[in-house]
């Protein structure tokens, strides 16, 4: 099993920054790609980032991608997703996840889900 526990979600106004953080426990957190997906109200999840084992390959959503940094310190068993020119539609509540094998966008494959974090952005 691997617990994920995220944090750092909060309200910031459209154009500002957010920092998550997500701790892992549990087995070797350098054996597991992770990622960051996000479900707004009445819609479905949807895939946000992923980063593999080393931190080596990262991938992102179209419509985050040259905003969010997704990164890890696999020595603190720790995985961020950095935010920037946060806009109103990436209101959301954010999910970190892992699973093992290769970086995917598909929700169902990945094992170990965390509790969530509200991102609350205001226009």
């Known amino acids: 099993q691997v617990q994920l526990v995220e944090s750092g979600g909060g309200l910031v106004q459209a154009g500002g920054s957010l920092r998550l953080s997500c701790a892992a426990s549990?087995?070797?957190?350098?054996?597991?790609?992770m990622g960051w997906f996000r479900q707004a109200p009445g819609k479905e999840r949807e895939f946000v980032a992923s980063i593999s084992f080393s931190g080596s390959n990262t991938y992102y959503t179209d419509s985050v991608n040259g905003r969010f940094t997704i990164s890890r310190d696999n020595a603190k068993n720790t995985v961020y997703l950095q935010m920037n020119r946060l806009k109103p539609e990436d209101t959301a509540v954010y999910y970190c996840?892992?699973?093992?094998?290769?970086?995917?966008?598909?929700?169902?494959?990945?094992?170990?889900w965390g509790q969530g974090t509200q991102v609350t952005v205001s226009s």
């Open positions: 549990g087995r070797t957190f350098s054996n597991y790609v």
């Open positions: 996840n892992a699973r093992p094998g290769v970086p995917t966008i598909r929700a169902e494959e990945y094992n170990y």
